[in-house]
Each structure stands twice: as structure tokens, then as C-alpha cells.
């Protein structure tokens, strides 16, 4: 009773006064201690029960110690207690067994987890169920499906915590067939509508890519709660709905549903530049109510919020309020600044990061070789590559390598950039011919636009950026008869020019506009108003640039 309550001090009291005490006595302690998230105290109890050696252990005591060794620092605990599992008999136990399997895969230690279920004398349920589930946590999806399979060709049938952990190795694999194959099995044993089962359901939908399938089982299910509303929301987010997920967060609040930390960061992290900030605004105060500004995800995505909605003093004084920051608030507020332009400052916060002792990561490198770009500061930049690989022993991605032919492009230097690109380690992909194209654009250099058009048609020969482009560049340059060939051999192709979109919002609604819009209920006073600014512009000495006004496609 004392250590179901955890009143430790009248537990140690009365264990401390008893004449007698046998295994039930010395298990209880080491329970309650355990429980209560003293490890080192209640395994104290298990060595002075060994030493003393009135009365023996028994398999109660082993998957007691056993259930609370869940990381890595535990690894050594657990092969000393599957030692005493041999010196003591207790290898034919499947409790016990059952118990070493899920505690050699919470630390990672493959190997003796699968020593310990080949060795086995005899296999339940639980025992299944822990290995396949051991593997998707140690993210062997391939392989905890396989054993799915063979465990449904004996005699032990899955439970319902088979099926979750295989759904989540069908989430992890992206293996849409496969998940197809379990749900089927759910629909037979009648358990596909348990809320723990729906919400694994959508999750692995979702991370497949079939959304449709996700949200049938949302609006057909009976019940929900909050863990399936984050999943459908966090599933619409990843899967390129964010007005959907916005919705359903609006829905969520409006129902009554309780928002937690995990919701409020998973509807931020659908935010993007054409957002309402009027929105974001409302989230914030939501999580100021609520109290969740110690939480770092909050805040993380607060930050990211008011950056890509334009506001970066917001963003930064949500960073600056941080009780504590780990290297996503810093990659965060870096990127942030990055983004608008003020490089000095993100290279300026990266040397306060590395003061602090946070570590960076391929993120940081991403934000500073992006920050470089925009600033030109190519030998700082170069810098920053440099210590990426030699000082961090962290491999760069092909957006750093663009990042960099980007930051040598903008600073006229094209020649370098294609020097850059023949030295590379891996074979360049559309990422680095895009920021060279892009450079040249910049420049007007059509013969080293040709040979980047060219290298990046072979990547992504069904895209128009590459036409559109040299059309852009050819234009610039005078060079008509180029852009017209260009222009015809792109409409041959069948491609067309994706059709660029501004935006402005005004009292919480986002209006979005396209050339030659008419569309907007108000578009006639639009354009009235906008003849009206272009002759003030041009009253005031303003020259359209008109280079680019025949590559429109």
C-alpha cells in the first residue's frame, strides 16, 4: 500500500522494523523505488537482498529491474541480470525472457535480443509482439514485417499490439501495399475500429501518401480523440494540405478538443510564406494561455511561424524569451535571419550558439552557407563548408553543394561555381544545375547557361524551369531568335510555364493573385487602382525593365 502511494519514507519505516522479511518484502521495495524513479535506490535493494542472502530472488524481481532499463546507460544492468537469469535457472521463464527482449531493444542491443528469442524454450504472444516491436523502435522495418508473417504461419496469433507496431513498420518502409494487407486482417478480426488501431491507420496512410485513405477512416470513426486528431492534422500537414490541417485545428479548438504542445507544433509547422499571420498571432496567444511557452517544439515553430510570415522581430523575441534553447531554436532563429537577408546577424548568432556549446548540425551549415549567399561572403562562406567537413565530421547534402554554387553564382563567380561543381565528391543533381542556371540568369551568361540548361534537362527532362530560364537570359541579352527557338522547342514538349502567384493579407484573410487575374470579386477596382500607382511611378521617373516581358509563357 505504502509503495503503490509512494510514500517512500513510510515504506523504508516499516520494511526497516520488520522481524521477517522474505522475496515478496525485498520486491516490494525495490518496486517501489524503481517506480518512483529512484533506479539506483531500488537496484541498491536488490544487491543487499543477493548479499545478505536470507531469501532468493525470483522472476517477479528480475522483470521488475528489468522493466525500468529502457536506455542505453542500462545496458550493462541487463547483461548482469541476464547472467544471474543462468546462474539461477530462470532461463526457461518467458516472463523473463519476454522481459530481456524488450529491455536489450530499448538500448539497442540487436544482437542479445535476438539471442534471447532464438534461445527460447517457449514463445507467447508478448514474446512476438516484444521482438517485433523492438525492431520497428530499432527502425528494422523490413524485418519486423517478415516476422509478422512467420509469427501468423504457427500457432500463435497477433494481438492487437502485433498489428500496431506492424503498421508502424508499414509507416516507416512507406510500404502502402503492405499496410493495405494488415488493415484487411483488422477489418476480419473486427478491431479496425479501436482508437489506438484508426489513429495507427492514419498515421501509416499518411506517411504513404495516400491522404484519401487517411481521412476516409477519420470521418468514419465513431470516436476521436486527441492523439487521432494530431495524426490526421500532422498527416494533411506533411502530405501538402496545410489549409486542411488549419481547418482541422480550427475544428479541433472549436469542438472543445484539449490542444496540447504536440498539436500546437504540428499546426505551426504547416505555416508558410502566403500564411495569415493573423493566424499564427492567434496561436501564439493560445500558447501564452495555455502555458506552453517553457515547451521548446512551441516555441521552435513559433519562431518559424512569425519568420516565414515576415515578421522577424516576433520571431526573434519569442527566441530571446526561450528559458532554454536546444540546436533547433538555434537553427530556428539562424535560418530566420537567413531568410530575410541579414546574414551578418545569423553568423553572428551561430558564434553565440557554439559559445553556448550547442553542437550544429547539417541544418546550421545550410542556414550560414545560405546566409553567405545572400551577403556575399564567399570566402566566409567557403569557410563554412570547410569546417562542416574537417572540424564537425558532418557529410554536406546536395543542398549545401547548391547552396555554395549559389553563393559563388551571385558573386559573379560562374567559373568557379562550375569548377566546384567537376570537383565534387557525388554526382550533382538538379539542386546545384538549378542554382548555377539561376546564377546565370542573374548575369545574363548564356553559354554557361546553355551548359547548366542542358545538364539539368538530362536530371528533370519534363520541367520547364530550364526553357523558361534561357528564355529569361536570352531576352536580357537581346538575343531574340535564341529565345523564340527556346520558347517553340518548350511548347513541342508540351510544357507550360507554372503560373506565378503573389499575395497580400488583409484582417486575417490571405488574397491571392495571378497574372492577368480576374477572378477577385473586387478585381476591376484592383486594377484601377493599380493603373493609377504605375502613372504616379512614372510621373516620378520610374523605367519598367522590359528584358523579360516576351519569356512570359
Not at 499518411?206 to 477512416?217: H, L
Not at 534537362?457 to 524551369?465: A, G, Q, W
Amino acid at each position: 500500500m505504502y509503495s503503490k502511494r509512494g510514500s517512500l519514507a513510510d515504506l523504508t519505516k516499516l520494511f526497516d522494523e520488520m522481524p521477517m522479511r522474505d522475496t515478496i518484502s525485498w520486491n516490494t521495495m525495490i518496486t517501489g523505488f524503481t517506480r518512483d524513479g529512484d533506479f539506483d535506490k531500488g537496484f541498491g535493494y536488490f544487491k543487499e537482498m543477493r548479499k545478505l542472502g536470507v531469501c532468493s530472488f525470483d522472476k517477479a524481481t528480475l522483470t521488475t529491474i528489468l522493466s525500468v532499463c529502457d536506455g542505453v546507460e542500462f545496458s550493462h544492468v541487463i547483461k548482469m541480470i541476464h547472467g544471474s537469469v543462468f546462474m539461477h535457472g530462470y532461463e526457461r521463464e518467458t516472463t523473463v525472457a519476454n522481459s530481456l527482449i524488450t529491455s536489450y531493444s530499448k538500448c539497442g542491443c540487436l544482437s542479445s535480443v535476438r539471442r534471447v528469442f532464438d534461445e527460447m524454450f517457449e514463445r507467447n504472444v508478448i514474446t512476438w509482439t516484444a521482438m517485433i516491436s523492438g525492431l520497428v523502435q530499432n527502425e528494422l522495418y523490413e524485418e519486423s514485417l517478415e516476422l509478422f508473417n512467420k509469427m501468423r504461419l504457427g500457432s500463435v496469433y497477433p494481438n492487437s499490439l502485433t498489428y500496431l507496431s506492424s503498421l508502424m513498420a508499414c509507416s516507416g518502409l512507406k510500404a502502402l501495399e503492405e499496410g493495405r494487407q494488415i488493415h484487411g486482417l483488422l477489418w476480419k478480426l473486427g478491431i479496425q475500429s479501436e482508437l489506438c488501431i484508426e489513429s495507427s491507420l492514419m498515421d501509416m496512410y499518411s506517411k504513404c501518401g495516400s491522404v484519401n485513405d487517411a481521412w476516409q477512416i477519420f470521418e468514419s470513426a465513431e470516436d476521436l480523440d486527441e492523439v487521432s486528431m494530431t495524426v490526421i492534422l500532422v498527416g494533411l500537414a506533411q502530405n501538402g494540405f496545410e489549409e486542411e490541417a488549419k481547418r482541422i485545428f480550427v475544428k479541433m479548438f472549436e469542438s472543445g478538443v484539449q490542444i496540447d504542445p504536440n498539436i500546437l507544433s504540428a499546426v505551426l509547422g504547416v505555416f508558410g510564406e502566403d500564411t495569415s499571420l493573423g493566424l499564427g498571432k492567434q496561436i501564439h496567444s493560445l500558447s501564452i494561455k495555455r502555458n506552453f511557452g517553457f515547451n521548446s517544439y512551441v516555441s521552435n515553430g513559433l519562431i518559424n511561424m512569425y519568420s516565414k510570415c515576415g515578421d522577424i522581430e516576433d520571431s526573434a523575441k519569442v527566441f530571446n524569451r526561450m528559458p532554454q534553447r536546444n540546436s533547433v531554436s538555434w537553427n530556428s532563429i539562424i535560418a530566420a535571419f537567413a531568410r530575410h537577408g541579414d546574414g551578418c546577424r545569423a553568423l553572428q548568432l551561430y558564434e553565440e550558439m557554439r559559445s553556448e556549446g550547442i553542437q550544429p548540425t547539417d541544418v546550421t551549415f545550410l542556414s550560414l552557407l545560405h546566409a553567405c549567399s545572400h551577403v556575399g561572403l564567399v570566402e566566409k562562406g567557403m569557410e563554412v563548408l570547410k569546417s562542416m567537413t574537417e572540424v564537425h565530421g558532418i557529410l554536406p547534402r546536395a543542398e549545401h553543394y547548391a547552396c555554395v554554387v549559389d553563393m559563388l553564382g551571385r558573386a559573379g563567380l560562374l567559373n568557379e561555381a562550375k569548377t566546384f561543381i567537376e570537383g565534387l565528391p557525388v554526382k550533382p543533381g538538379v539542386l546545384v544545375w538549378q542554382a548555377l542556371l539561376g546564377a546565370c540568369s542573374i548575369h545574363g551568361d548564356s553559354e554557361m547557361g546553355k551548359y547548366a540548361a542542358d545538364q539539368l534537362l538530362l536530371e528533370t527532362p519534363e520541367s520547364p524551369v530550364p526553357y523558361i530560364t534561357m528564355a529569361n537570359i536570352y531576352s536580357s541579352g537581346g538575343k531574340w531568335k535564341e529565345r523564340a527557338t527556346t520558347i517553340k522547342r518548350m511548347k513541342e514538349m508540351g510544357l507550360a510555364k507554372e503560373t506565378g502567384i503573389s499575395w497580400i493579407e488583409i484582417e486575417k484573410e490571405v488574397h491571392k493573385f495571378v497574372v492577368q487575374d480576374g477572378l477577385h470579386p473586387q478585381a476591376e477596382a484592383i486594377y484601377e487602382i493599380l493603373e493609377e500607382l504605375f502613372r504616379l511611378m512614372l510621373d516620378e521617373g520610374y523605367v519598367p525593365d522590359q528584358r523579360f516581358q516576351d519569356a512570359r509563357g
